[in-house]
C-alpha cells in the first residue's frame, strides 16, 4: 500500500470516529465504529444487517447520491497484526478479457479492502464496492494481494485475519441479504473454540448457496 493511501485512509478513519457514534460490540471486548463513504453527507451504517456474526452490508445509492454503491468505513478499538490492500477481482476487464491474477489491468477490480493502523494506534478497515473516487479522480490503486476473483454469474468471498479480528468479505452477496444489499462483510473476533464453529458454519452455509446459485 502506498504511503499516501495509508495516511489518507488513516485521516478518514479519525474523522469518521471523532464525527460519529455508531459503535458495535464484537464480542471479547472489541468494538467497531462504522460509516459510509462516498455518501452526499456523513451517515453512519445503521445498525448491522445480523448480529452473529456482526455483519454490515454495503447499501446501493439512493436519488441524490453521488455513486452508485457506497464503501464501509470500520474504526477498531484494538491494533491490527497486519496491514495491506487487497483486490476483489472481476473475471474480465473493460474489453472483456480475462482478468489474470498477477499484472491484471486496473478495470479489473470490482472491490478493495483497505487495512491499516490510525492515528491513534487502532486498526481500520476501507472496504470499497464498485467505489467513488478516493484520491484526484482515482478509483483504484492496485493492491498488494488478490482475496478472491468473481464467477460470471456469481460474487467471491475471502477471510482476511488482521490479528484480533477475523473479517469476511463476500462481493456480489445479495443472494444473503435481499437487494439493494450487494456486498457483505462478517467480523468475528479471532477464534475461540465457540467462534470457529460459528465462522465455520457461515461459510459452509455461503459455498452451498453460491454452488445452488451457479447451477441455475
Known amino acids: 500500500m502506498t504511503p499516501l493511501l495509508s495516511v489518507v485512509i488513516m485521516a478518514l478513519a479519525l474523522a469518521a470516529t471523532t464525527a460519529h457514534a455508531n459503535v458495535v ?22 445498525p448491522p444487517a445480523l448480529m452473529s456474526p456482526v455483519t454490515f452490508a454495503i447499501p446501493e445509492g439512493g436519488p441524490g447520491e453521488p455513486f452508485i454503491e457506497f464503501g464501509l468505513l470500520m474504526a477498531f478499538n484494538v491494533p491490527f497484526t497486519k496491514t495491506g490492500l487487497i483486490d476483489m477481482l ?5 474489453g472483456g478479457n480475462p482478468c489474470p491474477l498477477t499484472d491484471y489491468p486496473l478495470s479489473c477490480i470490482s472491490d478493495q479492502v483497505a487495512s491499516v493502523n490510525s492515528a491513534n494506534g ?3 478497515i476501507l472496504f470499497r464496492s464498485d ?14 494481494s488478490v482475496g478472491c476473483m468473481e464467477g460470471a454469474f456469481s460474487g467471491c468471498t475471502f477471510s482476511l485475519n488482521v490479528g484480533p479480528v477475523i473479517l469476511t468479505f463476500l462481493s456480489d ?3 444473503l441479504l435481499a437487494p439493494p444489499n450487494s456486498d457483505l ?17 457461515a461459510l459452509v452455509m455461503i459455498a452451498v448457496v ?7
Do not use: H, K
Open 25 to 46: 460490540p464484537v464480542g471479547g471486548g472489541i468494538t467497531v465504529n462504522c460509516v459510509l463513504f462516498g455518501t452526499a453527507e456523513p451517515t453512519d451504517c445503521g
Open 90 to 94: 472481476d473475471p474480465t476487464d473493460a
Open 122 to 124: 487502532n486498526g481500520s
Open 131 to 144: 467505489p467513488p473516487p478516493l484520491i484526484n479522480g482515482i478509483r483504484f490503486l492496485r493492491g498488494d
Open 173 to 175: 452477496a445479495d443472494f
Open 185 to 201: 462483510v462478517m467480523i468475528t473476533p479471532t477464534p475461540t473454540p465457540s467462534t470457529a464453529v460459528l465462522m465455520g458454519m
Open 210 to 216: 453460491q454452488s445452488a446459485r451457479r447451477g441455475r
